[in-house]
């Protein structure tokens, strides 16, 4: 039984004493007010129970009303007997919260029928997609129904990353309640396997390489760079799809401070999947795991590698050195070089009264601060520009005008196009074709503050919504490139968010077109998205494991230096 549950019934079994003590004190002392000391019982009982009210406490909720009838009478005697009644009522909670199956039992079946049901009814990219949504609740369906029936918070978010996986989009994802986050973090660090000392990284030539190894393998011959040919006698890229959770879209919390610890996608360009696509191998085995890797003299190796904890660790350290960005705060500026600065941005968000309005015009007190930041650098003999957006979470697209109207040539530029609401089926209106009927472009203009200067921006494949928007923008721009191991996250709609008792859900609810009409930028059954096209991809080779697991350096901020050089 649940302790806060236990304090409540003993709280008003208490209460139930003072009941009957008070029935004797105020044949003392006469007074009318003593009635009211009935009243708070049944409110107390409700309240009290800080995980809400439950079935199973109904003896509960039955003995706080007897005991309440108590201010209806003027009769001690009987008061005494109610308050009595009403305590032994109560008393009752123990065995049947003890012997209830169903005790504070969570409602994740309901709460999947429920969330589910408000995705297939608003998600904008069904057909975009070829979503079956018929096909995706055969699947699941059962798999929740045995969920809330065990009660498992750990299946339950392994569950969701795998159903939110399926939609191959970086806008829905699951947010489970915090109640349960070690269970939760012990399921996702289990799925992902054990660690045997080193990951695994797809290079930009098809083969896999060791990233992030444990000096302990040096015995072996394996250090970072070294070529993996098989895992257990598979291609690690094979290994991988095995992987619980390969196709996920999950988020582990750390179980102390409950911050983000690790997110892992499923990716809704394939370009980007196939980057990571060596990455879950590496917590694939069982004790042991014979590693198949090409020596530094050139000889084909074996080792068989023992388990030394969880993966979850590793993979964590790998993603952060991958992800890495400028180590500065949101619209932070750091100067690189006596002709280069760089500003990083981190979310599409500078204030919340700016963030809320849907105007260009509502971000004029930023581009002023930028504005002033370049024209000062200008003044120092700063001439060109990088634009860090690795790992952006998005935000407003009039906040991507304000910050690319810097930059961007003189004259009106394109940024997209809104769809138009169909107010009496209060949906977005359609064509007869099917396709989204256009509404309003929305444009900016450029004020080119470099002159001749150049801009480069960095991006990840968690360069994502308002960021893969900024990135479209920028690779349009002749003064402007876009470099990264990777393109962008792909995802560009507008969102919502469903909540339940269990979790949240938040998905593509909000069409965004782009000039001929086509959805913007998300990529469809063909998992290409329309942004990323232009982005320059840095080989991700020797030379990048090098300088970012041996040597701890920034290779694509480095690279882009080299770039304005």
Same mark, same amino acid.
């Given at each position: 039984m649940k302790t806060w549950d236990i304090i409540a019934v003993l709280v008003c079994i208490a209460y139930c004493g003072v009941l009957i003590? !008070?029935?004797?004190?105020?044949? =003392? &002392?006469k007074s009318v007010k003593w009635k009211l000391f009935w009243l708070p019982l049944p409110v107390a009982a409700l309240v009290i129970t800080k995980q809400g009210p439950d079935w199973a406490l109904l003896p509960l909720y039955i003995g706080a009303a007897v005991a309440m009838c108590g201010f209806f009478t003027e009769k001690n005697r009987l008061k005494r007997i109610l308050a009595l009644a009403g305590a032994a009522c109560m008393a009752l909670s123990f065995p049947t919260c003890m012997l209830s199956p169903r005790y504070r039992a969570k409602p994740y079946y309901r709460d999947f029928k429920e969330l589910f049901g408000c995705m297939r009814e608003h998600y904008v990219l069904t057909e975009h997609k070829g979503i079956d949504w018929d096909a995706l609740y055969d =699947?699941?369906?059962?798999?929740? =129904?045995? @969920? /809330?029936?065990?009660?498992?918070? *750990?299946?339950?978010? !392994?569950a969701w990353g795998a159903l939110c996986g399926e939609f191959r989009d970086g806008h829905v994802s699951y947010t489970c309640d915090y109640s349960d986050v070690d269970a939760q973090n012990k399921a996702i660090s289990d799925a992902l396997g054990n660690d045997y000392g080193l990951a695994v990284m797809r290079c930009s030539d098809g083969s896999f390489a060791a990233v992030d190894v444990d000096d302990s393998l040096g015995k072996y011959g394996i250090h970072n760079g070294t070529i993996i040919k098989a895992w257990d006698g598979k291609s690690p890229d094979e290994v991988s799809k095995t992987s619980p959770v390969y196709g996920s879209c999950l988020l582990t919390y750390d179980k102390d401070e409950k911050e983000l610890m690790l997110h892992l996608e499923s990716f809704p360009d394939i370009d980007n999947e196939v980057f990571y696509s060596g990455l879950l191998c590496a917590g694939i085995g069982g004790d042991t795991v014979e590693v198949t890797f090409i020596a530094d003299d050139g000889s084909e190796q074996v080792a068989a590698l023992p388990k030394t904890g969880g993966y979850h660790v590793r993979l964590r350290e790998t993603m952060d050195i991958l992800h890495q960005g400028v180590n500065v705060g949101n619209l932070q500026w750091k100067k690189l070089s006596d002709t280069v600065a760089c500003l990083r941005i981190k979310g599409m968000s500078y204030d919340s009264k700016s963030y809320s309005s849907a105007d260009d015009s509502a971000y004029d007190e930023m581009k002023d601060e930028i504005r002033e930041t370049i024209l000062r650098y200008q003044s120092e003999g700063v001439t060109d520009v990088i634009i860090d957006l690795r790992d952006n979470s998005g935000g407003s697209p009039h906040m991507v005008n304000g910050i690319v109207s810097m930059f961007a040539p003189k004259g009106e530029h394109y940024c997209l196009t809104n769809c138009e609401w169909d107010d009496e089926n209060k949906c977005w209106a359609r $064509?007869?074709? *099917?396709?989204?009927?256009? *509404? $309003? /472009? @929305?444009?900016? $203009?450029?004020?080119? !503050? !470099?002159? /001749? *200067?150049? &801009?480069i921006v960095i991006v990840n494949a968690n360069s994502v919504s308002a960021a893969d928007l900024m990135t479209k923008e920028m690779e349009s721009l002749d003064n402007a490139e876009v470099i990264g191991f990777t393109g962008p996250n792909g995802s560009c709609q507008a969102i919502g968010m469903e909540d339940a008792e269990t979790g949240s859900l938040c998905f593509s609810n909000c069409v965004v077109l782009d000039k001929d009409g086509s959805v913007m930028i998300d990529s469809g059954s063909d998992r290409q998205s329309s942004d990323g096209d232009g982005v320059k991809l840095i080989p991700f080779d020797s030379a990048a494991i090098r300088a970012l697991f041996d040597d701890g350096e920034d290779y694509l901020l480095d690279t882009a230096l080299d770039m304005l050089k």
């Open positions: 003590w !008070l029935t004797f004190h105020s044949e =003392k &002392v =699947k699941y369906e059962p798999q929740f =129904k045995e @969920i /809330d029936r065990s009660q498992d918070a *750990g299946a339950n978010a !392994l $064509n007869e074709d *099917g396709s989204y009927v256009r *509404g $309003n /472009d @929305i444009t900016f $203009n450029g004020e080119q !503050l !470099l002159g /001749d *200067g150049r &801009v």
